[in-house]
């Protein structure tokens, strides 16, 4: 059984960093592309970053220059370094499996979303 579980999220003050991770079990992360997405109350999931399952990545223009994704197939993990966090940055933040880049967005290609980790950049 596919599986996520994300860790890594806090309470940060702006300017601060955070480094997310993306813990994946249930199947060979190597072969697929994977994605960070958030989401604040009464809104859609937004994509925030993905890496190809070739290493390359790709972000939405909020974040690039500040956001850094990476891989580790050996340990099954995904990360998410957050760089200058802003308050607009504040979310549920989760990882799925399946994502692509289009006209500076990045989208998810299945609707499957697990329990996320929670940033909150306030002072």
């Known amino acids: 059984q596919l599986q996520f579980v994300e860790s890594g999220g806090g309470l940060v003050q702006p300017g601060g960093s955070l480094r997310l991770s993306c813990a994946a079990s249930g199947f060979t992360l190597d072969y697929y592309s994977i994605g960070w997405f958030r989401q604040v109350p009464g809104k859609e999931h937004e994509g925030v970053s993905c890496i190809s399952s070739d290493g390359m990545t790709y972000y939405t223009d909020s974040v690039k220059g500040r956001f850094t994704i990476s891989r580790d197939n050996a340990k099954h993990t995904v990360y998410l370094q957050m760089n200058s966090l802003k308050p607009e940055d504040t979310s549920v933040y989760f990882c799925?499996?399946?994502?692509?880049?289009?006209?500076?967005?990045?989208?998810?290609?299945?609707?499957?979303w697990g329990q996320g980790t929670q940033v909150t950049v306030s002072s």
């Open positions: 799925a499996v399946g994502c692509y880049y289009h006209s500076t967005y990045v989208y998810a290609l299945y609707d499957d």
